[in-house]
């Protein structure tokens, strides 16, 4: 935001919580930025404090993330968080040792002296995820909190205004991490409160007046949250003729979706909107095709073409129009994650025009500023409807990835362990992608299979890299066959019909509230008469990049289950007992 500095910035080591901190600081009121590690303290100066997030790698070993030695001479308060607290130790000459075992999971908290960081903070319950140890502390600092698991718990030098934590009080299971955090903000930094979105939004419309002057705008829209909130943005600031935007219907989408974002669009004032059928395309492109990746290279081009067309028909790049996006902060910054997202699955590529525009700075992207939530937030002052800031997230490539298509035909195999369906799904490993069979146990989900059952299995056996479990089938389990089946339009029905079943009883019960994402999936595995199984695959995640595998309440389950099976073409229900890693949350 050009026109406001943070005042709390995150130095970024890797960590997954990175954002989250940032986030969490934000929800404090104060404005605050994630930058690389390295970022030269010349490029902070004016911060009021400085947070080192916790990351992935060990501040033993070379070429792991680092910050600048000088940040600690700074007289900027730091607070380093797990990797951060670890590299602070390091820097000023204290002992980091390899853990005899990575600690995991829930702790306790034991305040062993009075400190800046605990105002107000009783001994409680905190959250750790770490390898590594803070053995002995610098000279000049002292230990502040202990737990029972090994290493320096808090450590701190408050005459020079550093902090050390082994623990994560971003994440919700650390009782008083909010606190820690005010106390480190306003206490210690003296941070003001300045970060109010109602207040930002008239800066935010003032800006887009500035970047488009007498230019109009025009949108991709997909139906997302970002999009539609960008673009509502620039219909309240340019009015509604000069603002434009362009809906591809790819017959990939749920069902009713089109209908849905078209009343959406009306209903916030849309007079330029226009909705592209473009199904029958889709499908002839993605005529023959069988493999996920094949998949989504298809699906991009067509995108691809549609585009152009749409350019070109309705003159966009006369020059009068710029392109505006839903871009959100954390896609503006490059981290290891998103990095990586790239490996496991292709995205969209861009059509030439777009890329024209970009790089000659045609483009008004009023998010890039904001976290997901903060958009909600947005959209909600902006009077876009709840029921469309609430959805989940839909992948760009739509059900053509949750539609699962073979090849070839197969038998389900009885193995000591389970049933091993012939169909492939996409997983991560480590940094590798992996696209192995699935294993399905033969009961109906329970807890222990979830935490216990799905990873011991995924751990031991090469072959998989998902665990399902059956809520119902019409056949036994070991009769079922895999048929040769590609993406066709009834197909893609009885994915929709199945689709909308759970998503209306997960309305009505309140579940959908209750998770991050619950994509429903469509197998070509059945019997003569009914040749495909429905997967659930209800998880729960931060940010996408990992996720857990979440049960439903069994009722819900036994009736979903009902439902599905109600529908001719379709012989079993599964649920998918996989995280993530090692499965992916959609299933290519
Ligand atoms: P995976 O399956 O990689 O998904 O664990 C992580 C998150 O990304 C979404 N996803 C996509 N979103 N285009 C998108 O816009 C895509 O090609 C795509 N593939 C996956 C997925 O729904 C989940 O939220």
Same mark, same amino acid.
């Given at each position: ?59 033993? /070993?070379?070429? +792991? ?8 001479? +700074? ?48 001994? #409680? ?5 770490? %390898? ?23 450590? +701190? ?40 979105? #109602?207040?930002? @939004? ?62 959406? %669009? ?26 996920? /990746? ?95 800031? +609430? ?17 070839? /035909? ?94 209306? %009883? ?53 009736? @979903? ?26 299933? /290519?």
């Amino acid at each position: 935001m050009g026109d406001l500095q943070a005042q709390i910035t995150v130095l970024d080591t890797g960590g997954q919580y990175t954002h989250l901190i940032a986030r969490r600081v934000r929800e404090l009121g104060v404005y605050a930025d994630v930058q690389p590690s390295d970022t030269p303290v010349s490029a902070l100066l004016g911060r009021k404090g400085i947070i080192i997030s916790g990351g992935p790698a060990s501040v033993l /070993e070379t070429g +792991s993330p680092d910050v600048d030695p000088d940040l600690f001479r +700074s007289e900027i308060p730091i607070l380093g968080i797990c990797y951060g607290h670890q590299l602070m130790a390091r820097h000023l000459g204290g002992e980091v040792q390899k853990g005899l075992r990575g600690e995991y999971g829930l702790a306790h908290l034991r305040v062993s002296c009075e400190d800046a960081l605990w105002k107000g903070v009783p001994d #409680s319950q905190i959250w750790m995820s770490h %390898f590594d140890i803070v053995a002995a502390v610098p000279a000049g600092f002292r230990i502040t909190g202990c737990s029972e698991v090994s290493g320096v718990a808090a450590m +701190s030098h408050p005459e020079r205004k550093l902090f050390g934590i082994q623990f994560h009080p971003e994440v919700v299971h650390t009782q008083a991490g909010r606190h820690v955090l005010e106390n480190f903000v306003f206490s210690i930094c003296g941070a003001v409160k300045d970060w109010n979105i #109602s207040q930002r @939004v008239p800066m935010v419309e003032e800006q887009i007046r500035r970047t488009a002057g007498d230019q109009n705008v025009f949108f991709f829209v997909s139906g997302g949250v970002d999009s539609t909130v960008a673009y509502t943005l620039c219909l309240r600031s340019l009015g509604p003729e000069r603002v434009f935007g362009i809906y591809v219907d790819t017959g990939l989408m749920r069902k009713g979706e089109t209908e849905f974002v078209r009343g959406v %669009f009306a209903e916030l004032g849309a007079r330029n909107f226009l909705a592209e059928h473009a199904a029958e395309e889709f499908l002839a492109a993605l005529e023959g095709i069988y493999d996920p /990746e094949e998949k989504r290279r298809a699906i991009g081009e067509q995108f691809v073409k549609v585009q152009e067309r749409i350019l070109a028909g309705e003159h966009f790049l006369d020059g009068r129009w710029i392109l505006g996006q839903g871009t959100i902060y954390p896609d503006t910054i490059e981290s290891g994650g998103t990095a990586k997202a790239d490996l496991i699955k292709t995205h969209h590529n861009r059509v030439a025009g777009i890329q024209a525009l970009i790089d000659s700075g045609q483009i008004v992207e009023p998010l890039t500023s904001f976290y997901k939530d903060e958009v909600r937030e947005i959209g909600r002052e902006l009077g876009v409807p709840d029921r469309f800031l +609430s959805r989940h997230p839909f992948p760009g490539p739509g059900l053509a990835i949750r539609c699962l298509c073979s090849e070839r /035909e197969g038998t389900v195999a009885k193995t000591a362990d389970g049933f091993l369906l012939p169909v492939r799904s996409v997983g991560v490993q480590g940094d590798a992608r992996s696209y192995r069979n699935v294993l399905a146990l033969a009961h109906k989900p329970a807890l222990m299979d979830v935490e216990t059952t799905s990873p011991a299995l995924t751990n031991s056996r090469p072959d998989i890299n998902r665990v399902v479990g059956l809520c119902g089938a019409k056949a036994a389990l070991g009769s079922l066959r895999m048929f040769k089946a590609g993406i066709t339009k009834h197909r893609l029905d009885i994915l929709r019909e199945a689709d909308a079943i759970v998503r209306e %009883f997960c309305l009505k019960t309140g579940f959908e509230e209750l998770v991050w994402q619950f994509p429903v999936v469509l197998l070509p595995v059945g019997t003569g008469d009914a040749r495909e199984s429905v997967v659930l695959r209800p998880i729960n995640s931060v940010d996408g990049m990992t996720a857990d595998a979440v049960l439903m309440p069994e009722e819900l389950m036994d009736q @979903v289950t009902r439902q599905i099976l109600a529908i001719p073409q379709v012989a079993a229900v599964f649920y998918d007992l996989t995280h993530k890693p090692p499965g992916t949350i959609e299933w /290519e």
